[in-house]
């Protein structure tokens, strides 16, 4: 079965490659993703997969379905870019790689007895869109879910930290900066003050908490008070209780911006929390004996490592079942995510490999826990 599950990527190689381009080509940015979200409904249904387009109301997800077995593998495909970085994190990889692995299965899926379900979740870049799949139903009884994220080294073990994201605003008063600046209300003051305060806080906040964001618009003309301003931030930590302590803390920092300036703040979710990923131990065990077998090599140190330090909603999929999320590695060094530098790895030779060895260690894996615990 292995054998003929890398057969068929191989064989699809070239149309996934294809995917993954015209994905990269193409980035669309948080809910936004209409055509990817086509593009890889399409590979599937060509497939022989059941496609459901605008799956359980969201605009831009999708659930394919194939087999009828008892063992339910589930497939995450997501496909959203960064503002202003495009694939600056890979998730066109992430798409052709889960529908890769998925079409490896999809022949296999009565000799496993299993069900192939592929789940094309949008908005993972902070706005939590497995979330909302998972308060609407999705995923709930699988067996395993699974998918591969791009980095600049191949990393099996790390597992991501919880992370909340707020849309900040304050609003102030405006006044001419120079004639009458005592009418004014200043909104660029009060989040100047947010930052210093923040600044002072990580003193007391643990090594292993993170708090970074950035004023998305900071005022209008330099001779006027602004009235309005905006900001995204996001705060990290091990756990969503550890989260749950340092949050309160750094929105009065926040507070303490309103209060100096006599501005109003609103602070609005920009999602529920992301979790801190659980790794089914077992599936993990497996997918690096195979990703070893097709001659991956595994980072211990450095950069691979420091993937710990990242937050995603595959976390909210592993508190409800088995989960894996390992780390595909694209030779990108030293173009790490979340930059422009790592956007341009993820199309080429390097990235082409990742697409292939990710679908079949996938594939492999899904096939070594179907016989496990079917």
Same mark, same amino acid.
């Given at each position: 079965?292995?054998?003929?599950?890398?057969?068929?990527? !191989?064989?699809?190689?070239?149309?996934?490659?294809? #995917?993954?381009?015209?994905?990269?080509?193409?980035?669309? @940015?948080?809910?936004?993703?209409?055509?990817?979200?086509?593009?890889?409904? !399409?590979?599937?249904?060509?497939?022989?997969?059941?496609?459901?387009?605008?799956?359980?109301?969201?605009?831009?997800?999708?659930?394919?379905? +194939?087999?009828?077995? !008892?063992?339910?593998?589930? #497939?995450?495909?997501?496909? /959203?870019?960064?503002?202003?970085?495009?694939?600056?994190?890979?998730?066109?990889?992430?798409?052709?790689?889960?529908?890769?692995?998925?079409?490896? #299965?999809?022949?296999?899926?009565?000799?496993?007895?299993?069900?192939?379900?592929?789940?094309?979740?949008?908005?993972?870049?902070?706005?939590?869109?497995?979330?909302?799949?998972?308060?609407?139903?999705?995923?709930?009884?699988?067996?395993?879910?699974?998918?591969?994220?791009?980095?600049?080294?191949?990393?099996?073990?790390?597992?991501?930290?919880?992370?909340?994201?707020?849309?900040?605003?304050?609003?102030?008063?405006?006044?001419? &900066?120079?004639?009458?600046?005592?009418?004014?209300?200043?909104?660029?003051?009060?989040?100047?003050?947010?930052?210093?305060?923040?600044?002072?806080?990580?003193? !007391?906040?643990?090594?292993?908490?993170?708090?970074?964001?950035?004023?998305?618009?900071?005022?209008?003309?330099?001779?006027?008070?602004?009235?309005?301003?905006?900001?995204?931030?996001?705060?990290?930590?091990?756990?969503? &209780?550890?989260?749950?302590?340092?949050?309160?803390?750094?929105?009065?920092?926040?507070?303490?911006?309103?209060?100096?300036?006599?501005?109003?703040?609103?602070?609005?979710?920009?999602?529920?929390?992301?979790?801190?990923?659980?790794?089914?131990?077992?599936?993990?065990?497996?997918?690096?004996?195979?990703?070893?077998?097709?001659?991956?090599?595994? &980072? @211990?140190?450095?950069?691979?490592?420091?993937?710990?330090?990242?937050? +995603?909603?595959?976390?909210?999929?592993?508190?409800?079942?088995?989960? *894996?999320?390992?780390?595909?590695? *694209?030779?990108?060094?030293?173009?790490?995510?979340?930059?422009?530098?790592?956007?341009?790895?993820?199309?080429?030779?390097?990235?082409?490999?990742?697409? +292939? /060895?990710?679908? @079949?260690?996938?594939?492999?894996?899904?096939?070594?826990?179907?016989?496990?615990?079917?």
């Amino acid at each position: 079965m292995k054998q003929a599950a890398a057969a068929t990527i !191989q064989a699809s190689r070239e149309r996934l490659i294809g #995917l993954s381009e015209r994905i990269h080509s193409h980035p669309e @940015t948080a809910w936004q993703e209409h055509r990817a979200a086509e593009w890889v409904g !399409q590979a599937l249904a060509e497939s022989g997969f059941t496609v459901t387009n605008k799956y359980l109301g969201l605009e831009t997800a999708l659930f394919a379905k +194939t087999g009828t077995g !008892q063992f339910r593998i589930g #497939l995450c495909a997501e496909y /959203d870019a960064l503002p202003g970085l495009g694939h600056a994190c890979g998730h066109n990889l992430i798409a052709a790689i889960a529908v890769g692995a998925a079409i490896a #299965l999809a022949p296999l899926a009565d000799e496993l007895d299993a069900t192939i379900e592929v789940y094309g979740t949008p908005a993972e870049e902070g706005g939590g869109g497995k979330i909302e799949m998972l308060k609407r139903g999705a995923f709930k009884g699988l067996d395993l879910a699974m998918m591969a994220h791009p980095a600049p080294l191949d990393a099996a073990g790390e597992k991501s930290v919880a992370v909340s994201h707020s849309h900040l605003s304050y609003h102030g008063k405006a006044a001419h &900066a120079a004639a009458f600046p005592e009418h004014g209300v200043n909104a660029a003051d009060a989040f100047t003050i947010a930052q210093v305060s923040i600044g002072l806080l990580r003193q !007391q906040l643990p090594s292993t908490a993170r708090v970074h964001g950035v004023v998305t618009n900071g005022g209008d003309a330099p001779n006027a008070i602004p009235e309005h301003t905006e900001g995204r931030w996001y705060v990290r930590a091990p756990t969503l &209780a550890a989260l749950a302590e340092i949050a309160p803390k750094v929105r009065r920092c926040f507070e303490a911006g309103a209060l100096a300036t006599g501005c109003e703040l609103e602070i609005i979710p920009e999602s529920e929390p992301y979790a801190e990923l659980r790794v089914d131990e077992a599936a993990l065990a497996a997918y690096l004996q195979n990703a070893e077998a097709l001659g991956r090599h595994f &980072a @211990t140190e450095g950069s691979a490592v420091q993937m710990n330090r990242v937050s +995603t909603d595959m976390g909210n999929v592993s508190h409800v079942v088995p989960t *894996i999320h390992p780390y595909i590695g *694209i030779g990108s060094l030293p173009a790490l995510n979340h930059q422009k530098e790592f956007a341009a790895h993820c199309v080429g030779p390097a990235a082409e490999l990742a697409i +292939t /060895d990710a679908a @079949t260690a996938l594939a492999w894996t899904a096939i070594d826990m179907a016989q496990v615990r079917g």
